[in-house]
């Protein structure tokens, strides 16, 4: 297992639509324990692979708190079959340190996706799970939270953005 770094806005591998897998390999199954593993050390909420670079249709997700034991869940292949309800929640992003903002999303999804065995499952969510489940799905589409934001708030993101990685830059 390997921490792999974070891709970070505006990097071009962040738009790219990201392809099916076909079969769950070694291969993959390594890859999503590095992202399990990267996702922990960050820490974050959820990860998805094209922010590894790996430009294929694969997340993970644990909305658990600090203390509550792990509810890992890993997506292959996802997809949104339902949306209902609305809610705006206040987001972050790996790949956009600093930044947090409200985010209009839906409040309940119904995903499909295949399981790190490769076993098809349906799960309706709520809540985070939600939330984080449509934001990890917009990955696999190259679509980030700056493009689901108001062109006010959107220029405000990415201003702390450009704070935050001059920050780093001097640290
Ligand atoms: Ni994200």
């Known amino acids: 297992m390997a921490i792999r770094s974070i891709l970070h806005y505006p990097d071009k591998r962040l738009r790219e639509k990201a392809q099916p897998i076909d079969v769950v390999t070694p291969e993959i199954v390594a890859l999503i324990e590095d992202m399990k593993e990267t996702m922990y050390a960050a820490p974050g909420v959820g990860l998805a692979a094209p922010q590894i670079g790996v430009a294929l249709r694969l997340f993970v997700i644990d909305t658990a708190g600090d ?14 079959v339902a949306r209902d309800g ?27 996706a295949l399981d790190e065995r490769g076993r098809a499952f349906e799960l ?48």
């Open 67 to 80: 203390d509550e034991p792990s509810e890992l869940c890993v997506f292959i292949n996802p997809e949104i």
């Open 86 to 112: 609305e809610v705006l929640w206040n987001e972050g992003c790996l790949s956009f340190p600093g930044v947090h903002e409200e985010i209009d999303r839906a409040e309940r999804v119904t995903v499909r």
């Open 124 to 171: 309706e969510a709520d809540g985070l799970l939600a939330v984080a489940i449509q934001h990890e799905n917009d990955h696999l589409d190259g679509v980030l939270m700056v493009d689901r934001m108001s062109v006010l708030k959107r220029r405000l993101a990415l201003r702390k953005l450009q704070k935050k990685q001059a920050e780093s830059a001097n640290a």
